[in-house]
């Protein structure tokens, strides 16, 4: 606006476009949304009985995480990576520089996978095996295309696994290392990063963690416009 606070027809134009530009992103937003919840939907009714957790974020984010599953805590708060293994989460994205906010979380297989533990009775969370992941796969991908991220980290090798539909793949050999992967429509960047709780069991992990997250810092610190145009160039 001048000083006479009357607005220049240039300035009007380009306010207008602004704001066309954020309510078609809100469209956009609310329809990934949908989809999203839709795919959650079927996925509950086919494993109906279970403790679901699923993902949630931002949508179209530079980065998307993927753990192995949900636990207790996550179950209780409805919140992937909520507990002990969330704290460690958190760490890890202090380092990269990376606010939650600003990615979307999930995990390969979006339901508690539980034991009960003879001793006491009680349940404890147990680790997911080759049938779990590949009857979950096919949802993840779809999450996956959904969400379209830049680049996808994935923690451990469960959903590393579940992401390149390749059993013999080991974290412990490709950590750190960015490569490309390709699903049925579209072409990402992955990032393999160790799981947060191995750095607990492991010690000796900490300084190779903190290595390769340092690097995935790098990977995503490039500005939103080429990220933007990696995405919709790969679709
Ligand atoms: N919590 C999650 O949501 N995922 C994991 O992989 C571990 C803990």
Do not use: W
Not at 196 to 221: G, M, T
């Amino acid at each position: 606006m001048n000083c006479r606070g009357d607005e220049t027809q240039a300035r009007r134009e380009e306010r207008m476009t602004n704001s066309d530009n954020i309510f078609e992103q809100d469209i956009q937003e609310h329809s990934i949304r949908k989809k999203l919840e839709a795919i959650y939907k079927e996925y509950e009714t086919r494993f109906a009985g279970g403790e679901f957790v699923f993902g949630c974020g931002l949508v179209k984010p530079k980065l998307l995480l993927i753990g192995e599953a949900p636990g207790r805590e996550e179950v209780k708060l409805s919140r992937p990576f909520s507990g002990t293994a969330g704290k460690n989460l958190d760490e890890f994205l202090e380092l990269a520089g990376i606010n939650r906010d600003d990615i979307y979380i999930t995990n390969a297989i979006k339901y508690r996978l539980s034991k009960v533990n003879p001793k006491t009775g009680k349940l404890s969370n147990k680790p997911a095996v080759r049938e779990e992941i590949l009857s979950s796969r096919s949802y993840l991908l779809r999450e996956i295309e959904m969400i379209c991220p830049y680049c996808i980290a994935t923690l451990g090798n469960v959903p590393l696994r579940a992401v390149m539909g390749d059993f013999s793949v080991n974290i412990g050999d490709i950590h750190g290392k960015p490569a490309k992967i390709k699903t049925e429509k579209q072409e990402y960047l992955l990032f393999p990063l160790y799981h947060p709780a191995s750095v607990i069991y492991n010690r000796s992990l900490r300084e190779i963690c903190r290595q390769d997250i340092l690097k995935l810092r790098e990977l995503v610190n490039v500005p939103d416009s080429l990220a933007d145009s990696a995405q919709s160039t790969l679709l």
